[in-house]
């Protein structure tokens, strides 16, 4: 089984401050990890993804994330937040081992950066 | 924009009835995965189809049942519509086990 935890229902930041939004997972193989974000009534739009290598991921919008096996985290971050990142964003985790392409998500991290 | 499309934008079904749902796959992609986001919630992964066959499914009663194309689009049909199946549908294509793109999601509403 897989499992995603983000712990945070909202994080608030101010604009030009730096920001992390919080994941943990849960797999029985190896990770790959996913962060997304979601404005209101859109879909889901890719960020950035963990699959080997690097521990620190760079993505989309200034977005990076460190992965850390032994804490088993996937925490998505950037230096300086603008008031455009406020946005819903999930974590998602898939077994490497699994031969499907199932996602598991986190239940959302609201971001609200005020000016 | 991620090339996926989805089609209705928005639904209202009364209950018992039944739905379809349409998505159009981003060009190469040859995966389809479809989740149900209910209000407040992380998207829950329905099922995925490769190649016309059923790749994988969760947690979901039969009564959802998926359809993929010979040019990989894709549709969910829910029968018997419940209250609790309104939600945001989503689906999402892929090159095989690569990264999902997600399309816009369909809105249904049950009343």
């Known amino acids: 089984a897989q499992s995603v935890a983000q712990p945070e229902d909202q994080v608030n930041v101010a604009e030009g401050n730096p920001l992390t939004v919080k994941c943990t997972y849960s797999v029985s193989g190896n990770p790959y990890l996913f962060w997304y974000v979601q404005y209101p009534n859109r879909g889901l739009q890719f960020l950035l993804k963990?699959?080997?290598?690097?521990?620190l991921v760079k993505g989309s919008y200034g977005f990076e994330a460190e992965f850390n096996k032994s804490q088993t985290s996937f925490h998505l971050k950037k230096p300086s937040a603008l008031v455009s990142d406020s946005a819903l964003y999930f974590c998602?985790?898939?077994?490497?081992?699994?031969?499907?392409?199932?996602?598991?998500f986190g239940g959302g991290t609201r971001l609200m950066v005020k000016p | 924009e991620t090339g996926v499309t989805q089609s209705p934008t928005h639904l209202i079904k009364t209950r018992g009835q039944q739905v379809t749902l349409r998505c159009s796959s981003q060009s190469g992609h040859n995966t389809v995965s479809w989740y149900q986001q209910a209000l407040g919630q992380g998207p829950q992964f329905i099922f995925q189809?490769?190649?016309?066959?059923?790749?994988g499914r969760g947690n979901f009663p039969p009564r959802f049942s998926g359809l993929q194309f010979p040019n990989y689009s894709s549709e969910l049909n829910v029968n018997a519509l419940e209250l609790d199946d309104s939600a945001l549908y989503l689906c999402?294509?892929?090159?095989?086990?690569?990264?999902?793109?997600f399309g816009p999601g369909t809105r249904l509403t049950v009343l």
């Open positions: 999402a294509s892929s090159f095989t086990a690569d990264t999902q793109y």
């Open positions: 189809y490769y190649r016309e066959e059923e790749n």
């Open positions: 963990y699959i080997t290598g690097d521990n």
């Open positions: 998602a985790v898939r077994d490497a081992n699994n031969a499907g392409n199932m996602l598991t």
